[in-house]
Each structure stands twice: as structure tokens, then as C-alpha cells.
Antibody
Framework: EVQLVESGGGLVQPGGSLRLSCAAS????????MTWVRQAPGKGLEWVSV???????YYAESLKGRFTISRDNSKNTLYLQMSSLRAEDTAVYYC???????????????WGRGTLVTVSS | QSVLTQPPSVSGAPGQRVTMSCAGN?????????VHWYQQVPGTAPKLLIY???NRPSGVPDRFSGSKSGTSASLAITGLQAEDEADYYC???????????FGSGTKVTVL
């Protein structure tokens, strides 16, 4: 079955760090464009980061320097390393597979169920 | 604040047709980038509903249709059903931000 399963969320103090994982099955992470999208409680969707099949990475401007996307090809798993966390980073974090032609026309056609990150003291 | 603007809510009776807009500008929709739509039932992950402005993935009923013109796009649901009650988000790419952007979301209520 083709699916994505996130893990690693939880309660973290402001200024802390957390690494999210997204295990893929039924397809190869390294051959696809993979993204992270987050959703704060009661709010809309916000794109976080993308990693190309070639390894290039891009981030939402507001998150540059604090978040790092990566993957482990041997584990077929996507990661999001988050540091210097703030209360406003509290959200459900979804990993998703991107598809489409040009990168500017990509859409997200496979989503995980998400993992909740709560930043609070 | 979302880059793409959607009405907060729309509603309709079962069987009716409802539409929702997604307004952007010349650095996203108006620049020619595709618009995609997602359906999100509260408590679950988003699901791709329309891609490439007006294409439906396999399994999505033809009651859902998308269109795009100028700096905006629209999603229409015909023959509204109770199961269509959800939040709907548009998505595109913004060249000024170099980022994928989502709309603010529209909640559809079936009366």
C-alpha cells in the first residue's frame, strides 16, 4: 500500500528542538519530490519545505535557518529537523508527496495523517 | 495572512450547486501557475481534489470542477451532498515568495 506515516511529534519547550520522521511505503522517497506542510490549530495550511529527488532543498522564508529537511534513502524516510522552536510553531505537521510537471505547478497528491507538535512551557 | 484569499464559508442545501473563489495576484495565479484544490474533513489530512486547474484525480466524483481566469480560480460543487461538508483549500506557487502558497480555506456547510 502506498502511504506516508509521520512520527516524532510531541510537547517541547520554547527554544527546544525536535525531529519529525515520515516513513514511506509503496514508493521510493528519493525518486520523488517530498514536502512538509503544517497546520496550526484551527488555522489553514502552510507550506514548510521541499526536497527534490536530486537533493536540493527549499524552505518557507520565515523558517529558513531553523528547519532542515532531509531524507534517509536506506530507510525510505523523510525528516524535518526543527530547532529554536517557538509557540507559533505549534501545529500538525504533514508530510506529502509532490507531483506535476514544472516545480511551479506541483501539487500534493499523497499525504500522511500528520503529527502534532506543541511548543509550550 | 494567506497569500490566496478564499471566502470563509459557503453553504447550500443538498442537491444545490455551490462555488467558492480563490483570489491571488500577478505573482501567483496571475503569473500562469496552476491552481490545485484540497478537501479536508476536520480531524483528517487534506485530500487532493483538483489538480492543474481543472483535472480530477481518479476516484473524485465529477460533481467537483475547477476553473481559472486571470488572477483567480474557482471550485464548484454540483449536486451537493452531506459528505461534501468539509474545508476546501486552493494552492498555487508564488514567484515573489519562491514558495507554494495555500488559500485561507472555505468551510462548506450542507444545510
Amino acid at each position: 500500500e502506498v502511504q506516508l506515516v509521520e512520527s516524532g511529534g510531541g510537547l517541547v519547550q520554547p527554544g527546544g528542538s525536535l525531529r519529525l520522521s515520515c516513513a514511506a511505503s509503496g514508493f521510493t522517497v528519493s525518486s520523488n519530490y517530498m514536502t512538509w506542510v503544517r497546520q496550526a490549530p484551527g488555522k489553514g495550511l502552510e507550506w514548510v519545505s521541499v526536497i527534490y529527488s536530486g537533493g536540493s532543498t527549499y524552505y518557507a522564508e520565515s523558517l529558513k535557518g531553523r528547519f532542515t529537511i532531509s531524507r534517509d534513502n536506506s530507510k525510505n524516510t523523510l525528516y524535518l529537523q526543527m530547532s529554536s522552536l517557538r509557540a507559533e510553531d505549534t501545529a500538525v505537521y504533514y508530510c506529502a508527496r509532490a507531483s506535476g510537471g514544472s516545480y511551479s505547478d506541483w501539487y500534493f497528491n499523497l499525504w500522511g495523517r500528520g503529527t502534532l507538535v506543541t511548543v509550550s512551557s | 495572512q494567506s497569500v490566496l484569499t478564499q471566502p470563509p464559508s459557503v453553504s447550500g442545501a443538498p442537491g444545490q450547486r455551490v462555488t467558492m473563489s480563490c483570489a491571488g495576484n500577478n505573482s501567483n495565479i496571475g503569473a500562469g501557475y496552476d491552481v490545485h484544490w484540497y478537501q479536508q474533513v476536520p480531524g483528517t489530512a487534506p485530500k487532493l481534489l483538483i489538480y492543474g486547474n481543472n483535472n480530477r484525480p481518479s476516484g473524485v466524483p465529477d460533481r467537483f470542477s475547477g476553473s481559472k481566469s486571470g488572477t483567480s480560480a474557482s471550485l464548484a460543487i454540483t449536486g451537493l451532498q452531506a459528505e461534501d461538508e468539509a474545508d476546501y483549500y486552493c494552492q498555487s506557487y508564488d514567484s515573489r515568495l519562491s514558495a507554494y502558497v495555500f488559500g485561507s480555506g472555505t468551510k462548506v456547510t450542507v444545510l
